[in-house]
């Protein structure tokens, strides 16, 4: 699994931006207009998920104009660095000093790397394990194989 903060998804937006429109953004500015999600305000704190798919999560700023920049987008964003992963991402903002409040971002990038294999399909793998004498992953492939013929 893989841990992104803020800035670390602020760079990737900027750099996915930057290939899909064939503009540099200026800035990426975090917005708090949340008129649509104030039923997710608590303890003046607002977090935001995969669920608020359509939420307006910052401007991007170019030379001549601002344009919004989506939840959904970000999300596509870090799938396009990220191929075949699955994404959990959060934008949180802290509204106790006022409106002007705290945002952070984090995501948690994980890819299925332990594919589902057929008991068959792993007694091959035990063999060529014992072919290379890997006593660890001999050892790994025995746990897998007890685990599914149990």
Avoid at 43 to 50: C, E, I, R, V
Avoid at 51 to 69: E, G, S
Avoid at 88 to 96: E, V
Wanted: net charge negative.
């Amino acid at each position: 699994m893989i841990r992104l903060d803020t800035k670390d998804i602020v760079n990737i937006t900027k750099k996915q931006i930057a290939a899909i429109f064939k503009m540099e953004p200026v800035e990426l500015r975090f917005v708090n207009d949340f008129q649509g999600e104030q039923y997710l305000l608590t303890n003046d704190k607002l977090h935001l998920s995969n669920k608020q798919y359509w939420a307006k999560v910052m401007d991007c700023v170019f030379d001549n104009h601002v344009r919004p920049v989506l939840m959904c987008e970000v999300l596509y964003f870090l799938r396009n660095e990220f191929l075949e992963s699955d994404i959990k991402l959060c934008f949180s903002y802290d509204f106790a000093e006022g409106a002007n409040g705290a945002a952070t971002a984090t995501a948690e990038v994980s890819f299925n790397d332990s594919p589902d294999l057929a008991p068959e399909e792993i007694e091959e793998l035990i063999d060529f394990a014992l072919a290379l004498q890997d006593k660890q992953w001999f050892e790994e492939l025995t746990s897998k194989y007890k685990q599914l013929t149990a």
